[in-house]
């Protein structure tokens, strides 16, 4: 997993391999929660698609121009060139917002 950081945003943008990109914070109980999660479908997706982590204290610009109003932890996608955040789930976790099969139902829909 890498960290996502703003001289990292037109290549990924650019880039013909999907990607998801999580924004969190140490401090966020949720946040730490969904790393574990990230990690497996990474490892299962290493062929498919890269997966990023931002870390919102660490990249305010970044965080700002992306996140808007949003809390974390937030997920977004890009494909084709193409940015788009990831729905709230109608049901989150209590312990990581964003569950494994939620995930891993979202990225089947990107990899096709």
């Not at 999907?18 to 946040?31: A, E, K, R, V, W």
């Not at 919102?56 to 996608?77: C, Q, R, S, W, Y």
Request: aromatic share 12%; glycine share 6%.
């Amino acid at each position: 997993m890498k960290n996502f950081i703003k001289k990292d945003y037109e290549t990924v943008l650019a880039s013909e391999r999907p990607s998801l990109i999580f924004f969190t914070s140490d401090s966020c109980h949720l946040c730490i929660g969904l790393k574990p999660i990230v990690k497996k479908l990474e490892k299962k997706y290493l062929q498919s698609i890269d997966f990023y982590f931002c870390d919102v204290k660490k990249e305010p610009v970044l965080t700002n121009h992306m996140l808007k109003d949003a809390g974390v932890p937030t997920g977004f996608i890009i494909s084709n060139g193409r940015l788009f955040k990831i729905n709230d789930p109608k049901e989150p976790s209590p312990e990581s917002w964003y569950t494994n099969e939620y995930l891993d139902g979202l990225i089947g829909v990107i990899i096709g």
